[in-house]
């Protein structure tokens, strides 16, 4: 190795074993064999070992900033040795921190306790899960040698880091839901994290609504006018649109969508704040069933909150070339000639729709991870490569994540992506025909007999149209799904990093 196989003063700090396993795992690392470790050497290493393909980039930067302490961007033995030694005498520091009784073993309740006091509160099925990611004998306790083989190649051993370590590993409150907020902890409240991440979901919203407006604009059309506009198909009434307001003409009622996300938003995550505090009980964190009804009702709120701007968003999209002047103008003239009760028409079916799609968007994504993590468990055991006999006397090294990968395969940003896109499509087919009837009740300046209501115009699209016209512009409401999906998390990502939010 350089430098003479680290023959530092950390290596004579070190005992016999730990030497020999820290000069293993530096051979592992070191593919090259020319005794220095690049970032593409750490990075792949850390795959191979069996660190996430999602995490193995951010644990190799922050490993070779740590340790590479001359600057040449890779690290020489004595380097390797020195990072090791010191992030090893951290996690002992931690683990003796969590272990309050001082047996020598971290157990369920020294867990929930440290979680306790970070803001972050579970119950003891949840610490469990967490236990046995960890725990390689089956105690359900977890003694250092386990503490220190599963952290060990975790670039921190601050508490904070490795308590959101296990909410991504472990998947305890993961927000990636489309109708239920994020969860956020005391820490990311009080550092000002939260709005941070508000931020960049209402810019990545902001994006992608402009971005897919066209086929939202023609969703709406097809949605209100229905057999009348879908003669031509998609394509033809794609034409239409352009034909009567030209190109700008395909982003009508697309500034009203955009402002709305702010307060929808800001009132939901406060709504969600309180009332999940209502569905919990002290030191237990939210099940499936609680983040439903929480989620739900906040959504409930803020739509109630912010629905006049629903209504203007529907006038606007559907408004001939010249009606309004703008929002403002518009909003006046509605007022001024349906008084002030016009400004909820859908207002009911509206609410109704948040129940079906909340419901089945997060039971649908919360069973599709599940069955991710299942057959990901299957796959694992049936594919587990053999061992080499120098690889079995390495095992720890070599079993240092996988071990903990096949207690808790971790589901991914892509896998999470499909999970959610798929769940949502599933909780618009459901709640569909109650937006129809919502959009078509905005849409109407006048009221008309027998149609005004929402039962009065459910019958009357199934007599006149039959069920297919409760589908009406579902079409064009599924084509964005790919690109609105896609473009959101571009900006997400990209805003959370500018505003330096580091991901979980």
Known sequence: MANGHGSTRELHELSAEEEEQFTKLFKRLDASGDGRIDFEELREGLKKLGVHSDQAEKHAQEILKKSDKDDDEEIEFAEFVKYMSEHQRKLKLTFDKLDKNNDGRIDTEEIIEALRGLGVHIDKSEANRIMKSMDKDGTLTVDWDEWREYLLLHPSADLKDIVKYWRHTVSIDIGENLCVPDEFTEEEKVTG??????????????????????????????????????????????????????????????????????????????????????????????????????????????????????????????????????????????????????????????????????????CIYETLKIMWVQHSERWQRRNEPQETDDEKEDGTLKNMYLAKNKNQPNPGVMVLLACGTISSTCGQLASYPLALIRT?????????????????LFKGIIKDEGLRGLYRGIAPNFMKVAPAVSISYVVYEKTRSALGVNSK
């Not at 979901?201 to 902001?206: I, Y």
């Not at 009221?447 to 039962?455: C, N, S, V």
């Open 193 to 362: 994290m939260w709005w941070r991440q508000l931020v960049a979901g209402g810019t990545a919203g902001a994006v992608s609504r402009t971005c897919t407006a066209p086929l939202d604009r023609l969703k709406v059309l097809l949605q209100v006018h229905g057999a009348n506009v879908a003669r031509g198909g998609i394509w033809g009434s794609f034409q239409q649109m352009l034909k009567e307001g030209g190109v700008k003409g395909l982003w009508r009622g697309n500034g009203m969508n955009v402002l709305k996300i702010a307060p929808e938003s800001a009132i939901k995550f406060m709504a969600y704040e309180r009332l999940k505090k209502l569905f919990t009980r002290e030191g237990h964190s939210l099940g499936v069933v609680e983040r439903f009804c929480s989620g739900s009702l906040a959504g409930m709120i803020s739509q109630t909150t912010i629905y006049p701007m629903e209504v203007l968003k529907t006038r606007l999209a559907i408004r001939k070339t010249g009606e309004y002047s703008g929002m403002w103008d518009c909003g006046v003239k509605i007022y001024q000639r349906e008084g002030l009760r016009a400004f909820y028409k859908g207002y009911i079916p509206n609410i109704l729709g948040v129940l079906p799609y909340a419901g089945i968007d997060l």
């Open 440 to 456: 078509r009740l905005q849409a109407q300046t006048t009221p008309i007999p027998g149609r005004d209501t929402m039962a009065g």
